[in-house]
């Protein structure tokens, strides 16, 4: 996977275009086993192994545009998938991590994803696993909402749209959570918990005008 994300700008179109099919399968493929674990009542596999395939769409996608659809299987437009999609789901899958090490579970946030290498990292400190997380999180929430802006329309003021609602409802839960006695400025970064309020106030903000 480390492989495959990091193919450099000089392949060819052709080979940009299966790399980024494979990795939106493996992103469906997480996305799709924890929604069936989520029906049975019980998750089978680790947050680093879920993460792997977004972390790794994520490299591909640095520095290109990620907006638009892509198309899975061949000319077949109904195979098409929104990569804003996979964005929400990586949001929503580190949105879970937050909740869970927020509650005072670690051992996975601390671990990492070794992709079939014997050579176990050590665990990382719990604070600097902290921020990193939340590093990630910001990041992949600023990609988010850039897509939302870019490609969907905004209700009325007496319309309701759902993955509006999801997203500004899951923004403010991080916030409650990282304001909350389990995190530190320092493992919030720059600002602490003051920056997370302006940040969540500032995307609240950006949505509400957005809404006519």
């Not at 494979?22 to 086993?33: E, F, G, P, T």
Request: charged share 25%.
């Amino acid at each position: 996977m480390p492989y495959v994300s990091s193919m450099s700008s000089t392949s060819t179109r052709e080979e940009r275009l299966w790399t980024e099919r494979l990795l939106a399968r493996s992103c469906l493929v997480s996305i799709n086993h924890s929604a069936h674990s989520v029906r049975r009542g019980r998750e089978t596999s680790s947050f680093p192994s879920r993460l792997g395939p977004f972390r790794a769409w994520a490299t591909f996608w640095e520095g290109r545009p990620s907006h638009g659809s892509i198309v899975l299987d061949g000319g077949n437009s109904e195979a098409a998938i929104s990569r804003r999609r996979i964005w929400q789901a990586y949001y929503h899958t580190l949105s879970e991590v937050l909740g869970r090490v927020s509650g005072g579970f670690h051992d996975e946030l601390t671990a990492d994803v070794t992709y079939g290498n014997s050579m176990t990292p050590p665990p990382l400190p719990v604070a600097v696993a902290k921020l990193r997380l939340f590093q990630e999180l910001r990041k992949v929430e600023a990609t988010y909402e850039e897509l939302l802006l870019k490609e969907i329309k905004f209700p009325m003021a007496n319309e309701t749209n759902l993955e509006v609602e999801q997203w500004t409802d899951q923004v403010s839960t991080n916030w409650r959570l990282v304001s909350g006695p389990t995190w530190t400025d320092d493992e919030i970064g720059e600002g602490g918990q003051e920056a997370a309020g302006r940040n969540t106030l500032d995307v609240c903000s950006t949505i509400s005008d957005q809404t006519r």
